[in-house]
T-cell receptor
């Protein structure tokens, strides 16, 4: 079974600085998709960024980018120019090519300090 | 509707009672997921529907949990003989069929508290 690990239960960053959240996963599949979701106190999960495993180029979405290392099964999220609104729980998620359920990591709580 | 809607937002029930949690997915989304999120943890998969049928119910913890989606749209998660350990946020998500890269859109969840 696939598993997703996030080794940082909590992280903090100064406003306008850069922070990197770690994620590793375990799978025997070669085709799959990886996601970072943000969950603010409102509880609603919001997609931050996604990466297709067959693409070598790292995904970017404005201030958010990933470092995808397929061989190492690592998928870290970099947040640049951190803003107070970035404070939330961040979940790394895996979905295989059969398109069924998402497997989530335990999450990282990000605090942004003014 | 514009997004995934879950009702009620919060539910408090007594141990041993029966509860139903409702999920209205985004119109046209054929895939629907239920997840359970305990405090401080990531969402845990419960069940996945493709249309009206449960394509994967391997995450349901025991036979007290059951979910239906009779018309391929609204889904109801049913919990019988609730226990204090069932207290959690129950999240519903939907996605469109066809592309596995498609994100899942989540509702705001139902916080269930069993007292």
């Amino acid at each position: 079974a696939q598993t997703v690990t996030q080794s940082q239960p909590e992280m903090s960053v100064q406003e306008a600085e850069t922070v990197t959240l770690s994620c590793t996963y375990d799978t025997s599949e070669s085709d799959y998709y990886l996601f970072w979701y943000k969950q603010p106190p409102s509880r609603q999960m919001i997609l931050v960024i996604r990466q297709e495993a067959y693409k070598q180029q790292n995904a970017t979405e404005n201030r958010f980018s990933v470092n995808f290392q397929k061989a190492a099964k690592s998928f870290s999220l970099k947040i640049s120019d951190s803003q107070l609104g970035d404070a939330a729980m961040y979940f790394c998620a895996y979905r295989d090519n059969y398109g069924q359920n998402f497997v989530f990591g335990p999450g990282t709580r990000l605090s942004v300090l003014p | 509707g514009a997004g995934v809607s879950q009702t009620p937002s919060n539910k408090v029930t007594e141990k041993g009672k029966y509860v139903e949690l409702r999920c209205d997915p985004i119109s046209g989304h054929t895939a629907l997921y239920w997840y359970r999120q305990s405090l401080g943890q990531g969402p845990e998969f419960l069940i996945y529907f493709q249309g009206t049928g449960a394509a994967d119910d391997s995450g349901l913890p025991n036979d007290r949990f059951f979910a239906v989606r009779p018309e391929g749209s609204v889904s109801t998660l049913k919990i019988q003989r609730t226990e204090r350990g069932d207290s959690a946020v129950y999240l519903c998500a939907s996605s469109s069929q066809g592309s596995t890269s498609t994100e899942a859109f989540f509702g705001q969840g139902t916080r269930l508290t069993v007292v």
